[in-house]
């Protein structure tokens, strides 16, 4: 049985799974800034074989839990 594209669109963003590369991007911060995030467990990660993704949903989490730590010291 193979996915087909409107499979993968109704994929939970918890399931949807980036490269690092791609959640550095997304996160506008450099490839160093996100091993940092990644090894002091600020960001969660799954290992595949050797590969290593970052759920979808776990990087919004990680923005959200920002603003509103960030949001609360402002005040």
Do not use: K, N
């Not at 993968?8 to 399931?15: I, K, Q, T």
């Not at 690092?20 to 799954?46: K, N």
């Not at 050797?50 to 609360?72: F, K």
């Amino acid at each position: 049985m193979h996915a087909t594209g409107a499979d993968l669109a109704d994929l939970d963003d918890d399931l949807r799974l980036v490269t690092l590369p791609d959640a550095a991007r997304f996160l506008s911060v450099s490839r160093g800034a996100l091993y940092d995030l990644l090894t002091t467990g600020q960001l969660a990660s799954v290992h595949i074989g050797r590969s290593r993704r970052i759920p979808l949903g776990e990087i919004r989490r990680y923005v959200r839990d920002r603003l509103q730590r960030d949001t609360l010291q402002v005040r």
